[in-house]
C-alpha cells in the first residue's frame, strides 16, 4: 500500500487531505449504530482507522474505542495528535485484540485493498470475531466501477505546495478490481505516480461474506446508501490473542 500511493508514504498528507471529513463521517456512523445497534453501546472498534480522525470524533459518543490499521505511519500520526485514543498497527485479516465491541467499523478504502477472497473472508472473521451478539458492522467501500478510461485533472493545494492531480480509472479483466492511476504534478518538488488497486464489492458481496461470518445485512430504506449495516447473529469465534504493535 505504501508503494502503490503517494498519500500511504506521507500520512501527514493523508491527514491533511481526507481528515476533514471526520466530523461527517462520524456522524453518520452513530446516526446508524443507533438506529439498529445496541441501545446504549459504548463500544466501538474502528478497523483500518487511518490517522485516527474518525476515531477521535467517534470516542466523543462511544468511552471505550480502539483502532487499528495496517500501516505504523498512520499510527504514529494518531499517537501523536490523538494520544488519548487506542490504537494499534495490525492486519484486519489476522488481528485479535481479545476482546468484542457492540459497533464495529470499516470504513474509507481499507477493505478494498483486500482483492482475494480469501482475504475478505478473514477481514469479515475479524468483524466478527471483535463484535458481540446483537451487535452492528458498519462498512464503507468501493461498491461499483465509476467511469473508466476517462483521465480527470484537478488543482490542489496541500502543505502550502500547489500539484496537478490527474486521475484515471481502468478495470483489471480478469478481476472485480479497479485501477487506480494518480499522477501529482508539483510545482516545487519531483513528480509522483500512484498505481492503485481496489476491489469492487457488491452489496450482495458484501452480504455473501458478511452472512458466511455471522452477520445478517440491514436494509434501511431511508438511510445514506454509502455504508453498508448489518447486525450480528452470534457469539461467533472470539479467539484469544493481543494486538499486533
Given at each position: 500500500m505504501?508503494?502503490?500511493?503517494?498519500?500511504?508514504?506521507?500520512?501527514?498528507?493523508y491527514a491533511e487531505m481526507a481528515d476533514a471529513e471526520a466530523v461527517d463521517t462520524a456522524a453518520a456512523i452513530v446516526a446508524l449504530a443507533d438506529r439498529h445497534g445496541p441501545a446504549g453501546a459504548d463500544s466501538l472498534l474502528d478497523v483500518g482507522c487511518g490517522t485516527g480522525a474518525v476515531l477521535e470524533q467517534l470516542a466523543c459518543k462511544y468511552s471505550k474505542s480502539a483502532g487499528v490499521d495496517l500501516l505504523p505511519g498512520m499510527i504514529e500520526i494518531s499517537r501523536e495528535r490523538r494520544p488519548q485514543l487506542e490504537t494499534y498497527v495490525g492486519d484486519m485479516r489476522t488481528i485479535r485484540l481479545g476482546r468484542s465491541f457492540?459497533?464495529?467499523?470499516?470504513?474509507g478504502n481499507a477493505l478494498a485493498y483486500l482483492t482475494a477472497p480469501d482475504d475478505i473472508e478473514a477481514a469479515f472473521a475479524t468483524f466478527?470475531?471483535?463484535c458481540v451478539p446483537g451487535g452492528v458492522?458498519?462498512?464503507?467501500?468501493?461498491?461499483?466501477?465509476?467511469p473508466l478510461d476517462r483521465s480527470r485533472t484537478s488543482r490542489t493545494r496541500v502543505s502550502g505546495r500547489s500539484a496537478n492531480v490527474t486521475t484515471t480509472y481502468t478495470r483489471d479483466p480478469a478481476a472485480e478490481v479497479?485501477?487506480?492511476?494518480?499522477?501529482?504534478?508539483?510545482?516545487?518538488?519531483?513528480?509522483?505516480?500512484?498505481?492503485?488497486r481496489r476491489r469492487v464489492l457488491t452489496i450482495g458481496e458484501q452480504e455473501s461474506f458478511a452472512a458466511a461470518a455471522g452477520f445478517t445485512l440491514v436494509r434501511p430504506r431511508d438511510e445514506d446508501e454509502d455504508m453498508t449495516i448489518f447486525i450480528r447473529d452470534d457469539a461467533g469465534d472470539l479467539r484469544s490473542g493481543v494486538a499486533d504493535d
Amino acid at each position: 500500500m505504501e508503494e502503490a500511493s503517494l498519500l500511504y508514504r506521507e500520512p501527514a498528507l493523508y491527514a491533511e487531505m481526507a481528515d476533514a471529513e471526520a466530523v461527517d463521517t462520524a456522524a453518520a456512523i452513530v446516526a446508524l449504530a443507533d438506529r439498529h445497534g445496541p441501545a446504549g453501546a459504548d463500544s466501538l472498534l474502528d478497523v483500518g482507522c487511518g490517522t485516527g480522525a474518525v476515531l477521535e470524533q467517534l470516542a466523543c459518543k462511544y468511552s471505550k474505542s480502539a483502532g487499528v490499521d495496517l500501516l505504523p505511519g498512520m499510527i504514529e500520526i494518531s499517537r501523536e495528535r490523538r494520544p488519548q485514543l487506542e490504537t494499534y498497527v495490525g492486519d484486519m485479516r489476522t488481528i485479535r485484540l481479545g476482546r468484542s465491541f457492540e459497533v464495529v467499523t470499516c470504513i474509507g478504502n481499507a477493505l478494498a485493498y483486500l482483492t482475494a477472497p480469501d482475504d475478505i473472508e478473514a477481514a469479515f472473521a475479524t468483524f466478527a470475531g471483535h463484535c458481540v451478539p446483537g451487535g452492528v458492522l458498519v462498512i464503507r467501500t468501493l461498491t461499483a466501477f465509476p467511469p473508466l478510461d476517462r483521465s480527470r485533472t484537478s488543482r490542489t493545494r496541500v502543505s502550502g505546495r500547489s500539484a496537478n492531480v490527474t486521475t484515471t480509472y481502468t478495470r483489471d479483466p480478469a478481476a472485480e478490481v479497479l485501477i487506480l492511476t494518480r499522477h501529482w504534478d508539483f510545482e516545487d518538488r519531483e513528480p509522483a505516480t500512484d498505481v492503485i488497486r481496489r476491489r469492487v464489492l457488491t452489496i450482495g458481496e458484501q452480504e455473501s461474506f458478511a452472512a458466511a461470518a455471522g452477520f445478517t445485512l440491514v436494509r434501511p430504506r431511508d438511510e445514506d446508501e454509502d455504508m453498508t449495516i448489518f447486525i450480528r447473529d452470534d457469539a461467533g469465534d472470539l479467539r484469544s490473542g493481543v494486538a499486533d504493535d
